[in-house]
């Protein structure tokens, strides 16, 4: 773009009306000299025609180098300008819209892309922008409603999002115990993102609303076996409701997919630490192994062949122990996301990052000990 600007002074007819410092910060720009350029633009306050793609360029070049007070003043300050183009009018207010999204006051910035998004030129733009923004809020049903706009006219494959948008909707309901809807919204889930565990997730939650217990054991086994941060995620809801579940059908369960799958065994080892307060048999005997198995221990107990403290942890510490293992790794990272590899202690569906959706991958943080 700046190419095109340069060269577009240098065609000019009449060159003696150009102020030679515009050309000369333009080859600024051109070589990638930013601070030299916005020191000298910023002395430069008249806007013509022939002028305003230098003061769009450098708008941009402030918002870049995190100056977006100056990009903000100097795009209101082009917006001002009586007779303006409409083509110059709707690109400064797009690009006054991004200074806000920038600066993250996005109230001002909805405002502005609401606008745009029934301008052909910037529709898709917009609405990806309002999109955004709803997703930072909270605010699924309107970004659900942006999608649905932006699905008309762009050939983005939107399925992804809209499988989360429906969760999203279908969980706060699930929340606030209207049932009925959150299962409208799941069965509009249900099909537009095959590798996801997610409506499998909110139809458990929804089984276990309704004393499905059976339903809902088997939509915790499917998750397990498309990935198993299900047992992080779905596990302790199942058997925090263990007065309404069939424990010993859940034991089952686990025990056929440990010997299915040992690795099980590190992801149920996470969820005995992370939620040391449920009970559970098969849990515990994970748990009470890998305690076993530290070198400490097992070097302890060669000590003396008269007494074991592995014994002595099988019968009285290991509920102990796992609430000690708790608190020295409560504020250790236990996700990254396999998409930027940002790490957070908490889970969350979408990365705060990247925005991807269900990128985290659970960390073993029991190696730290």
Request: aromatic share 10%; glycine share 2%.
């Amino acid at each position: 773009m700046l190419g095109y600007i340069y060269f577009n002074f240098f065609e000019q007819d009449d060159k003696n009306n150009i102020n030679p410092d515009y050309l000369k910060g333009l080859k600024y720009l051109l070589d990638e000299e930013s601070d030299k350029a916005i020191n000298l633009f910023s002395d430069l306050i008249e806007i013509d025609d022939e002028t305003i793609q230098t003061h769009l360029a450098l708008g941009v070049l402030f918002r870049k180098q995190g100056r977006v007070d100056k990009a903000i003043q100097l795009h209101e300050y082009i917006l001002s300008k009586e007779d303006l183009p409409e083509n110059h009018y709707f690109q400064t207010l797009f690009e006054l819209g991004e200074n806000y999204f920038s600066a993250g006051i996005y109230n001002k910035a909805e405002e502005i892309f609401i606008k745009l998004k029934g301008h052909d030129d910037h529709s898709e733009a917009a609405l990806n922008k309002l999109i955004k923004i709803n997703e930072y809020y909270g605010e699924w049903k309107k970004a659900l409603s942006f999608l649905e706009e932006l699905d008309v006219i762009s050939n983005q494959d939107l399925s992804v999002s809209r499988n989360h948008y429906y969760c999203e909707i279908a969980e706060m309901h699930i929340e606030n115990d209207d049932i009925q809807s959150a299962n409208n919204y799941l069965l509009k889930a249900q099909g537009l993102h095959t590798d996801s565990i997610r409506s499998e997730y909110i139809k458990m939650l929804i089984d276990l609303k309704n004393l499905k217990k059976d339903s809902a054991i088997k939509s915790f086994v499917t998750m397990v076996n498309k990935n198993k941060i299900a047992y992080i995620l779905a596990l302790p809801k199942i058997i925090q409701s263990s007065n309404k579940i069939d424990t010993e059908t859940v034991d089952l369960k686990l025990r056929e997919l440990l010997n299915n799958d040992p690795e099980s065994q590190n992801y149920l080892a996470i969820v005995g630490v992370m939620f040391p307060e449920i009970k559970n048999d098969v849990v515990e005997e994970v748990i009470q192994y890998f305690i076993e198995n530290q070198d400490i221990v097992r070097e302890i107990d060669k000590l003396d062949n008269d007494y074991s403290i592995v014994s002595t942890i099988s019968n009285h510490l290991s509920q102990s122990m796992r609430f000690i293992l708790n608190k020295k790794m409560e504020d250790e990272y236990k996700y990254n996301c396999k998409k930027c590899g940002y790490q957070t202690i908490s889970f969350s569906w979408q990365c705060p990052t990247c925005k991807s959706w269900e990128s985290s991958l659970p960390i073993n943080f029991l190696k730290a000990i």
